[in-house]
């Protein structure tokens, strides 16, 4: 580290990125919805009407009625818990995976790290939702098992992200300091290395939950997700499709919080960057 | 360089062998027996042991994967067992009828999205580049399907200027195959052109800002003629890659998008492959697949280092 000059010191609180402060609203906003969702919604889930078939937005069906005649805003309100059940879980998934592997690549090097990223480059030779659909194809779709195959389609990334890192901060004299302690690999990689390496990987992490929703989204659409007849945002698009045109808040209602719920952690991500990472925010 | 090219290429090589060995190993697992599937589900015990036992499907699993990947090298992909066809024809032509897609999404995101991210980059802070950036961040979170569905609905249910699905040959005359081709193109290039956009806008920023941009400024030359020659060239390194890199992208984009078009493409006969759990022909698109996205991230490779000399030099090339 070079010395900071002292000017530089004089004690200014950083304001936080204004993209933090409304994506934290937003997202909380949302977390709540999908928390109260069930207590709040003012129909039954697959309370069908046939006589109220592809209804219009009215006083008592705020979101008009599906094909079935199932109120659409109720559906849309449970649809948030699947969403971010399969964003933030893929993510999780693609963290519990990836960061020890990118620790482990990146601390002990040689012929470990040749092996691991070898098999990530494996991974990364196929688009990400081509992976997934080759991981789906051969069981039978259910929520977890997209979220367990979207996790591990973003694998590589965190994996090679951890592992810059970590080459970063092994360099540094307190690792040195704990090796001579004679510590355990265990201790360094997780007790050292991760504490101080965790930023840019919460950063990322922020950012993937939009792709993974995204993704796990797109494969509930091509009906390799969550299966009927759940309350999903992707599916519940799928299955309005034929009726776009007669039936468009459908479509509308399910899209559109899918979409204000990525901006929403889009936001957030990147104000996290900004507040964490002031590096990049001096340079825009 | 051309040491750095053959380390790639092998690279690839290997990546390829290793990828078949996945592809083939997970789709084995796949649930259906593939002699009932030739044969029906009221096949007679006997009639399926024969059979398998004339594909060879008792054999070691090794075995079985040589026989496949060595028909693979000799380019022989085997049969579908649904449409009972050779897989090579019908790959063919699906791919072809997919890369005139992509190929023209493609042109078409590169040319609108590097105009929109110049046109921002030289604005920057004005409110015509608020305008594209909150317009490129608000696209970013619309997914593939969803763009397809509202183009459907505006041109096609409600103004009925296209046809909502299908495709017709171009030997059925030009008019008629351009108008099939609008709203599937439309659907990528809207998928793509944040991406791109924002790109070349960042580097543009970072360009004007940059000594050389203003040493150019400093000699007098007009602003158009400092962005044409001496901005523009720099700020379009990173996007000329990532074009490459989005060509890969562009067939994950392109699996959603043909389905909903019924395009008969290489993304609707992978799906069709997976619903109807024909293995082989899911095996020979997954092939195909990781082939041309590997050429993809080699051409954006290759671009780089031919565009960068820092890369084709040596020193910071990376993992």
Known sequence: MAAVPAIDAAPRRRRLPTSLIVGTGLLGAILLLAVLGPLLSPYDLDAMRIDLRLAPPSAAHWLGTDEFGRDVASRVLNGAQSSLLMGFGATAVSLAIGVPLGLVAGYYRGWTDEVIMRAVDVMISLPPIILGLLILSVTTPSLWKTVLAVGFVYVPIMTRLTRSVTLEVATEEYIQAARARVESGWYILFREILPNAWPPIIVESALRVTFAMLLAAALSFLGLGVQPPASDWGLMIAEARPFVTQAPWIVGGAGTALCVTVIAINLFGDGLREALDPRLSRRR | MIGY????????????????????????????????????????????????????????????????????????????????????????????????????????VALVGIAVGVYAGVRHGKPADHV????????????????????????????????????????????AWARHIVLPVATLVLGLMAHISRLTRSSMIDTMQSQYVRAARA???????????????????????????????????????ETIFSYPGLGRLLMFAIQNMDVPLLQACMIVITFVYAAANLTADLLYAFLNPRVRYGRSAGD
């Open chain 2, 5 to 108: 090219v053959i380390k790639r290429l092998l690279s690839i090589v290997l990546t390829m062998a290793i990828m078949s060995v996945l592809i083939f190993w997970i789709t084995q697992v796949m649930p259906g027996n593939v002699a009932y599937m030739i044969l029906g589900d009221f096949a007679a015990p006997a009639d399926i042991a024969t059979l398998e036992a004339k594909l060879g499907l008792n054999d070691p699993a090794h075995v079985q994967y040589w026989r496949w990947a060595s028909g693979l090298l000799r380019g022989d992909l085997g049969m579908s067992l649904v449409m009972e066809r050779p897989i090579g024809p019908i790959l063919a032509d699906t791919v072809s009828k997919s890369a005139i897609l992509a190929g023209i999404s493609i042109g078409l």
């Open chain 2, 219 to 257: 000699r007098g030359l007009s602003e158009w003629l400092v962005i044409r020659r001496h901005a523009l060239p720099n700020a379009l390194l990173p996007t000329i890659t990532v074009l490459a890199i989005d060509v890969g992208i562009m067939m994950g984009g392109i699996v959603v998008v």
């Open chain 2, 132 to 175: 594209v950036s909150v317009a490129t961040y608000l696209n970013i979170a619309v997914p593939e399907f969803l763009f397809a569905i509202v183009v459907v609905m505006l041109f096609a249910g409600y103004l009925n200027w296209f046809p909502a699905t299908g495709y017709s040959d171009l030997s059925n005359g030009f008019g």
